[in-house]
């Protein structure tokens, strides 16, 4: 790929808003699993998907479907790195402002149709356009294309002035000011180009089932109704490379009981397992032969609801109480003592490295710590100032997560016993609800956990800026806004310095008690050994099909 700079980048799995852990499983035994025939591969996810709609996707197993379906004009190799797939090349100016792709030749839709330049110029489009209300539209703005945001503010009602345009074969990219992950968007499944004639004529269905959708990747999606608990990846013979795509179908089904998956895999009847669900499924299994480590750059975390809507939580030493009485290391060993790791900050360990090789979650952590003495002063102090001698907080989770279940429970009976006069209700909700109450502030204390979408920081500071989607607790920080838009902006090109502002970013989180992170997620699966060519990512696109097949 030609370019004025190679982003060595490992892009990851949605951000896209995320999500409750991929199950695990118990077991007997350390035998391999030999699942269906070598034309076939049979997958899970820990609960059904939500959509096809490239634009309005926000979780990482709608977009297992999406990102295997579609394809962008870069895609991740087996070694983190951005190679062509729909465009031939990309090249960047010197001064980091125009992207130009180059189309590779006689490029088709899965209905056969011509894929062109156009079609990316669209999904752009329709990205930003406030009418579609894509809650990841903020990553146009910030990557600062070409009058995004004044177009997704409502500023501007032009969409063809926004900083994307088709030339012939080109696609050309114009940025008001250079953007380290602009590369990343380009391998990003909801930046897939998408048909406008397709999308206008099924309308407001588009992307609710699998027949509402056009595919422009190595597989299409087949048998999905919109709430029905399977489908299959079909591989797409009018894609580009479809020649080098040799596995015919992946089944992918809902599996939502984490031992169940892994007595499925020992049966045979799935070629991957997540053995991380609970620490009984992770010991029964982690010396299997099998096992794989399964890569991600996700923190499990704790948003409060800071609307005015609960009062003890506007309140900032009830905030600090509840950050003091969290025991981080305990609740991993509680909970998630699968590999998971204590979480010291926003952004977990392995996502970005300083310059000199270090790692950014090393340098910006404020000083997260367990500290029970302190945390019942602070409580007893905010209960003062409240006028109050007892509080009640429930705590929002997901229902088909084993982990939170045990979390939540630890986390209960800790800070209970911590803070006197503090009672913890539990609210356990399946992962689609819980996506939709906490968007729409319908919580009070939720405990939620995010995938970086590319590996830099901003994937995780973007989510904390005023008036963010994902900002769900809807607090307001000067001084963290302001860290976060010097790294986009005046550091955008130097990683050290924009290191600095997301430390000032998270000791302004930390200094305010805006949010408690609780973990960094580490998992690890069985997974059937004979599958070769199989891409995980640790951000983006967790699992690639593309080339993946049975030898």
Same mark, same amino acid.
């Given at each position: 790929?030609?370019?004025?700079?190679?982003?060595?980048?490992?892009?990851?799995?949605?951000?896209?808003?995320?999500?409750?852990?991929?199950?695990?499983?118990?077991?007997?035994?350390?035998?391999?699993?030999?699942?269906?025939?070598?034309?076939?591969?049979?997958?899970?996810?820990?609960?059904?998907?939500?959509?096809?709609?490239?634009?309005?996707?926000?979780?990482?197993?709608?977009?297992?479907?999406?990102?295997?379906?579609?394809?962008?004009?870069?895609?991740?190799?087996?070694?983190?790195?951005?190679?062509p797939?729909?465009?031939?090349?990309?090249?960047?100016?010197?001064?980091? &402002?125009?992207?130009?792709?180059?189309?590779?030749?006689?490029?088709?839709?899965?209905?056969?149709?011509?894929?062109?330049?156009?079609?990316?110029?669209?999904?752009?489009?329709?990205?930003?356009?406030?009418?579609?209300?894509?809650?990841?539209?903020? &990553?146009?703005?910030?990557?600062?294309?070409?009058?995004?945001?004044?177009?997704?503010?409502?500023?501007?009602?032009?969409?063809?002035?926004?900083?994307?345009?088709?030339?012939?074969?080109?696609?050309?990219?114009?940025?008001?000011?250079?953007?380290?992950?602009?590369?990343?968007?380009?391998?990003?499944?909801?930046?897939?180009?998408?048909?406008?004639?397709?999308?206008?004529?099924?309308?407001?269905?588009?992307?609710?089932?699998? +027949?509402?959708?056009?595919?422009?990747?190595?597989?299409?999606?087949?048998?999905?109704?919109?709430?029905s608990?399977?489908?299959?990846?079909?591989?797409?013979?009018?894609?580009?490379?479809?020649?080098?795509?040799?596995?015919?179908?992946?089944?992918?089904?809902?599996?939502?009981?984490?031992?169940?998956?892994?007595?499925?895999?020992?049966?045979?009847?799935?070629?991957?397992?997540?053995?991380?669900?609970?620490?009984?499924?992770?010991?029964?299994?982690?010396?299997n032969?099998?096992?794989?480590?399964?890569?991600?750059?996700?923190?499990?975390?704790?948003?409060?609801?800071q609307?005015?809507?609960?009062?003890?939580?506007?309140?900032?030493?009830?905030?600090?109480?509840?950050?003091?009485?969290?025991?981080?290391?305990?609740?991993?060993?509680?909970?998630?003592?699968?590999?998971?790791?204590?979480?010291?900050?926003?952004?977990?360990?392995?996502?970005?490295?300083?310059? +000199?090789?270090?790692?950014?979650?090393?340098?910006?952590?404020?000083?997260?710590?367990?500290?029970?003495?302190?945390?019942?002063?602070?409580?007893?102090?905010?209960?003062?100032?409240?006028?109050?001698?007892?509080?009640?907080?429930?705590?929002?989770?997901?229902?088909?997560?084993?982990?939170?279940?045990?979390?939540?429970d630890?986390?209960?009976?800790?800070?209970?016993?911590?803070?006197?006069?503090?009672?913890?209700?539990?609210?356990?909700?399946?992962f689609?609800?819980?996506?939709?109450?906490?968007?729409?502030?319908?919580?009070?204390?939720?405990?939620?956990?995010?995938?970086?979408?590319?590996?830099?920081?901003?994937?995780?500071?973007g989510?904390?800026?005023?008036?963010?989607?994902?900002?769900?607790?809807?607090?307001?920080?000067?001084?963290?806004?302001?860290?976060?838009?010097?790294?986009?902006?005046?550091?955008? &090109?130097?990683?050290?310095?924009?290191?600095?502002?997301?430390?000032?970013?998270?000791?302004?989180?930390?200094d305010?008690?805006?949010?408690?992170?609780?973990?960094?997620r580490?998992?690890?699966? &069985?997974?059937n050994?004979?599958?070769k060519?199989l891409?995980?990512?640790?951000?983006?696109?967790?699992?690639?099909?593309t080339?993946?097949?049975?030898?």
């Amino acid at each position: 790929m030609a370019g004025s700079k190679t982003l060595r980048w490992k892009r990851v799995g949605l951000g896209t808003a995320t999500l409750a852990s991929v199950a695990a499983l118990m077991a007997c035994g350390n035998k391999a699993a030999t699942s269906g025939n070598k034309d076939e591969i049979n997958w899970y996810t820990p609960t059904e998907i939500i959509t096809l709609d490239v634009s309005k996707n926000t979780d990482s197993y709608s977009a297992l479907a999406i990102g295997n379906s579609g394809s962008n004009l870069l895609r991740v190799d087996n070694k983190g790195k951005l190679q062509p797939d729909l465009a031939k090349n990309v090249t960047v100016s010197d001064d980091g &402002l125009t992207y130009t792709a180059t189309l590779r030749d006689g490029l088709k839709w899965s209905d056969g149709s011509p894929l062109s330049a156009a079609d990316f110029v669209y999904s752009w489009q329709r990205m930003v356009d406030p009418k579609t209300a894509s809650e990841y539209a903020y &990553l146009a703005t910030e990557a600062h294309l070409k009058n995004a945001e004044s177009i997704n503010t409502g500023k501007n009602k032009d969409l063809d002035s926004l900083g994307v345009k088709a030339d012939g074969d080109k696609v050309i990219f114009t940025l008001d000011k250079p953007s380290p992950q602009f590369k990343s968007l380009l391998s990003f499944a909801n930046f897939m180009p998408q048909k406008a004639d397709f999308v206008k004529k099924v309308g407001k269905d588009y992307g609710t089932s699998s +027949d509402k959708q056009v595919y422009s990747g190595p597989y299409t999606v087949k048998d999905w109704n919109g709430t029905s608990g399977s489908f299959k990846l079909v591989k797409n013979k009018d894609y580009w490379d479809a020649k080098h795509v040799k596995t015919k179908t992946i089944h992918v089904q809902t599996v939502k009981k984490p031992d169940t998956a892994v007595q499925m895999y020992k049966q045979g009847k799935l070629d991957f397992a997540n053995i991380s669900g609970t620490s009984a499924i992770y010991n029964a299994n982690k010396a299997n032969k099998a096992v794989v480590a399964v890569p991600e750059a996700t923190t499990s975390y704790m948003v409060y609801n800071q609307t005015g809507k609960v009062a003890a939580l506007n309140n900032l030493k009830i905030r600090q109480a509840l950050n003091l009485a969290t025991d981080r290391k305990g609740i991993v060993s509680a909970a998630v003592d699968t590999g998971s790791k204590p979480a010291t900050a926003l952004a977990p360990t392995g996502l970005a490295k300083l310059k +000199d090789g270090s790692d950014l979650t090393k340098y910006v952590a404020p000083g997260y710590t367990y500290d029970k003495a302190k945390a019942t002063k602070l409580f007893k102090e905010g209960l003062a100032e409240l006028g109050k001698s007892s509080v009640k907080l429930t705590v929002t989770a997901d229902a088909d997560n084993p982990v939170a279940k045990a979390a939540v429970d630890y986390i209960k009976e800790t800070w209970e016993k911590a803070l006197p006069g503090l009672s913890v209700e539990e609210k356990f909700v399946p992962f689609k609800q819980r996506l939709e109450d906490t968007k729409t502030q319908n919580f009070e204390v939720a405990l939620v956990l995010w995938g970086g979408d590319y590996p830099e920081g901003s994937t995780f500071y973007g989510l904390f800026k005023s008036g963010s989607a994902y900002n769900y607790g809807k607090f307001t920080n000067a001084a963290y806004d302001a860290a976060y838009e010097k790294a986009l902006t005046t550091d955008a &090109l130097d990683p050290d310095a924009a290191a600095q502002d997301y430390k000032a970013a998270e000791k302004a989180l930390y200094d305010n008690a805006l949010y408690n992170p609780v973990y960094f997620r580490l998992t690890e699966g &069985l997974q059937n050994p004979s599958i070769k060519g199989l891409v995980r990512n640790s951000t983006g696109l967790n699992v690639d099909f593309t080339y993946a097949y049975k030898k």
